[in-house]
């Protein structure tokens, strides 16, 4: 098993190798125990074992095959690579550390396994509770808060001081909230400033921008990581899409699985999101991460060999389904 702050660290192996479906806890558990922040802010061992398992208990709420505990685990393992093997870890206190982290390990807690569009246009509860804004991330971010604030055994920071606590949650909060992707390109816009006006950019924007990158990097990863991820995410679509079928309702893009052609989409993602998106994460920090994710090129290769292979079975009146 590759070591936590390698770039091609495999969470789905993790769970293969041990038999056990333990990947979370293990990443969760190592990231804080790695930057002692055990003994900075007077965590209890108990309390943390309790709050990692209450938060996996969250993610799995709603049998994602996508937005669950091994995607939390794998966007929290993925910011502390950047921050391990750049010189960022250097520029930064331990109070951006740990929120950075906590907000990557609960950035999608209790997710419906539906997007802020269905639930805008459904008029969801929780759509009417946040007035159609960023509607998951409030949600995910406003549980966990919450779930601390009334059960003390779960409360991994209620040592800290009032100013402690106070810039803690403030930078937790706009991180989560930058996961999403409504944001994606006025984050991309702060990162582009910096590259000739380094000032223009504070450390929680460019940390906003890290834990969003982290959150979309599975192209970016070795093509077997890549992979599983993107036949997750789209059977989790799917599920939405034939839900949105029952209601009559507009079958939201990406979601119907009659007529989505998976590697093309994923092509656009990386050519027009993910690519420019850690071009610009790594530009902005004068060490880049050792590996430079060679793999892009390579996976996207890939994925027009794999349009081009369901091009010709539909030719052939092959019935695809991804």
């Known amino acids: 098993m590759q070591k936590l702050d390698d770039w091609a660290f495999n969470v789905f192996e993790l ?5 056990k479906p333990i990947a979370f806890r293990y990443v969760a558990r190592a990231l ?3 930057f002692d922040f055990l003994t900075k802010y007077k965590i209890q061992k108990a309390c943390l074992e309790n709050f990692i398992v209450a938060m996996e208990e969250g993610y799995r709420k709603h049998n994602n095959s996508y937005h669950n505990d091994i995607h939390a685990a794998d966007v929290a393992q993925t910011v502390n690579s950047v921050i391990s093997q750049t010189e960022l870890k250097a520029c930064l206190t331990d109070s951006e550390i740990f929120a950075t982290l906590f907000a990557a390990i609960i950035h999608d807690y209790e997710h419906t396994g539906t997007t802020n569009s269905y639930h805008v246009n459904t008029e969801s509860d929780l759509a009417l509770l946040y007035n159609d804004r960023a509607v998951l991330e409030n949600f995910h971010v406003s549980q966990v ?6 059960n003390k055994t779960i409360n991994v920071v209620a040592n800290m001081d009032k100013n402690e606590f106070s810039e803690f949650r403030i930078n937790v909060i706009e991180i989560v909230l930058a996961t999403d992707m409504s944001n994606h390109f006025s984050l991309l816009k702060n990162l582009q400033a910096a590259m000739t ?5 504070t450390m929680l924007q460019y940390l906003c921008a890290l834990v969003h990158f982290a959150d979309i990097s599975h192209p970016s990863k070795p093509w077997e990581i890549h992979t599983q991820w993107t036949t997750r995410l789209f ?15 507009p079958v939201s893009p990406l979601c119907d699985r009659n007529n989505t052609m998976l590697p093309a989409s994923q092509i656009g993602f990386l050519d027009y999101i993910v690519i420019p998106t850690v071009n610009l994460i790594f530009d902005v920090i004068p060490i880049a991460v050792k590996t430079r994710l060679d793999k892009m090129p ?15 079975l539909l030719l052939m009146g092959v019935v695809v389904c991804c």
């Open 32 to 34: 804080l125990n790695k």
């Open 197 to 201: 006006q380094p000032d223009s950019l």
């Open 145 to 150: 808060f919450r779930k601390m604030k009334e």
């Open 15 to 19: 769970n293969l190798v041990t038999n």
């Open 298 to 312: 390579e996976n996207n290769l890939q994925m027009s060999s794999w349009k081009i292979e369901m091009s010709m």
């Open 235 to 249: 059977d989790e679509f799917f599920v939405q899409g034939d839900r949105e079928k029952q209601m009559k309702i």
